[in-house]
């Protein structure tokens, strides 16, 4: 629905939505930060190039369907909604407060454009396979179904049952991107409860599956345009990523799974964010 | 109501309650072209078997896994399909409850969840499988609709209202041979309480399997000199509170039936409702928070006291206390 952008571009927007995220946080006081952060370059490929959608009409009938399944990276969903104007960016400070539209984890009911409510892990996956059947039982060919999930989520059985059942049922019209950040709450995805060999562990499942940087924009879009040319099987994108990517006492450490930035730690990773690391100097300094 | 008080000399048909369900499904597939189908590896043993001869492209195949069951379900209701989901209710909802927390009541997705074989008169397979706690694990879900029909004739009712019903259902059935208590002409609303039988000394509120046993119990009543009204309480949830409450104002003595724990089940239901509104004598006939066992269906239930005269003795204790 949106005119596409370059790439340059897509990497700006990217950038604001990672501010967005560190102030929202702050300011809610708690949360998730290092998910969100490494997310944010998927969630802005898919909301401003990937994705066929209209913000001023959320429930569009030919819209294609994101589910998001590890819903505790919902601030990232939620700032790229408002940057793709779902609604107003002042909002977003209404984060996890009472009353607010943008619950700590996503509520379908509250805010149009979620799709589904999740929170408790693994269960997107198996929503989205329903979603796709239904569509292949209409004859629906024009709509794709995305669905967004994290790693240490696929310890969850229930995603092993959809993986089983998307295979069997060569659901191609679904196409999976798992954020392999390789961090959870408890340590390292390999120190918790290895996943490895993960790609065969999905092509075992029957899936056809693509391995990118989850961080550069252009393999995004490209390794979804790829999926969608796959008629045969369901499509898994394994997109690593860097855990807090853009501020660096975030990225790689697990202990930024769970925990919000304070005051000054926002502070300090609003300047990173805002100057690319130093490349641009503040008039200020 | 018409009277059943000669119940237990009337040579009753008996069927089980699933049977209903299964010709339910094909007649709502029939009526509602967005009903759907799935099931978890059950499919004749629930009674699907006939909506997937008449709509095989609208039937899915889970294979043995329940949780994957009902959140595909809400997919498919997100696609806009009505979803009949099937397994045993020992397994669904008893492995999948926080799944259809979230992704069914709480995303508020009209799936129709239907657990077959709840009770003990399962029988011979064991407390494994003689499911007890879903009326329980269902009831206290915001948005959920709890159904247990009396007979295979309502089942069949309940599952076409079923289909056309906005919010999240549960419904509860029963493995063996139930006695046929009700006909084409007796009404049936989701929500709706139906007074079986017309009484003023004590009310017995049962729901399932035990609305038959309770209408026996009734007859037995009446040749003691006590009359008893018989409230058959097939929508537990949301509760008719008002057809509850109008007779237990009037009778003041209460005896709950249900093939389910009471804690929590129809007794516990009934228990709050009673004790906020109109505090009476009440004696609960269920499972008394003990867990099942492998035998005949009929021995089972007398066994744990879930026949028609444990619900006499109940009514006539609640009556001297009443006094």
Redesign the interface.
Known sequence: MQSKRSIKQLELIANEIRQDIIEMLEHAGSGHSAGPLGLADIFTALYFDILNHNPKDPDWEDRDILILSNGHCVPVRYATMARAGYFDRKELLTLRKLGSRLQGHPERLRLPGLESTSGPLGSGLSQACGIALGHRMDNITHRWVYVVMGDGETDEGNVWEAAMFAGANHLSNLIAIVDRNNIQIDGTTEMVLSLEDYRAKWEAFGWHVLEIDGNNIEDVIDACAMGRAIVEKPVMIIAHTVPGKGVDFMEYDFHWHGAPPNYEQAVKALKELRTLRGKIRSEHE | MSNHLDISNKDLPSEPIRKGFGRGLEKAGHVYPNV?AACADLTESTQMHLFKAAFP??F?E??V?E??LV???????????I?FVSSYAAFSPGRNW??IR??IC???RPVKIIGSHAGVSVGPDGATHQMLEDITLMRVLPNMVVIAPCDSVEAEKATIAMASDPRPNYMRLAREATPVITNQDTPFEIGKALVMEQGSDVTIIATGTMTYHALVAAEKLYKDGIEAEVIHLATIKPMDYETVLKSVHKTRAVVTAEEAQINGGLGGAIAELISENCPSPLIRIGMRDRFGESGDPNELLIHFGLDAEHIRMAAHTVVKKED
């Not at chain 2, 959140?71 to 399909?81: H, P, R, Y």
Request: hydrophobic share 40%; no cysteine; glycine share 10%.
């Open positions: 759907v492209e609208r899915v889970i294979g896994a949780q994957n959140t595909v379900a809400s997919g498919l209701a997100a696609a806009g399909k979803p926080e799944q979230t992704t709480l995303n508020d």
